[in-house]
């Protein structure tokens, strides 16, 4: 382990909280296989599979998947094969910059249909835009 440069450090025991990202981790897997009961397989493939569709996955914190980082390209897998110019032509979309997100900008003045979901059964109704609270928060009239 020194070799490696691993610090072997303990936890408390019947603590999960202390290694909680080990224990998401091993909850995910759990989870994952047990919806996959149902398809046929050995143990081991399903495995795979997880482990496959894991690390294909783009993590949350440096944005790119464990292949990806691991790697330095993208896994193929059978989506790939079904839709093979998609990821060229998202990528390309996004390198050109097409994708413009923007939230709906309303006025004062405006019409728009509102759902109040305090009534039973309740249904669109129309309304006057009266004030602006925010960048997606309005006062309505009916």
């Known amino acids: 382990m020194q070799s490696n440069g691993i ?4 936890s408390a025991p019947f603590k999960p909280s202390s290694n909680s990202q080990s224990e998401r981790y091993v909850s995910t897997l759990k989870q994952s296989l047990s919806y996959m009961q149902k398809y046929e397989g050995s143990i081991q493939q399903k495995l795979s599979t997880f482990l496959l569709q894991y690390r294909k996955a ?3 914190t440096p944005t790119h998947s464990p292949a990806m980082l691991f790697l330095k ?10 839709l093979p110019e998609l990821q ?3 990528q ?3 390198r050109k910059g097409v ?3 923007q939230d709906r900008k309303f006025d004062v003045g405006d019409k728009v249909a509102v759902r109040i979901y305090r ?3 309740s249904k669109w109704k129309f309304g006057k835009i009266v004030n602006r609270h925010g960048v997606l928060h309005y006062i309505v009239e009916f």
Do not use: Q
């Not at 610090?7 to 303990?10: D, G, I, M």
């Not at 390209?73 to 079904?82: A, H, N």
């Open 88 to 90: 060229s032509r998202v």
């Open 58 to 60: 783009p993590n949350a």
């Open 7 to 10: 610090k072997h450090r303990t």
């Open 92 to 94: 390309d979309r996004i």
């Open 99 to 101: 994708f413009e997100f």
């Open 119 to 121: 009534e039973a059964n």
């Open 73 to 82: 390209r993208e896994i193929r897998t059978r989506i790939d094969l079904l």
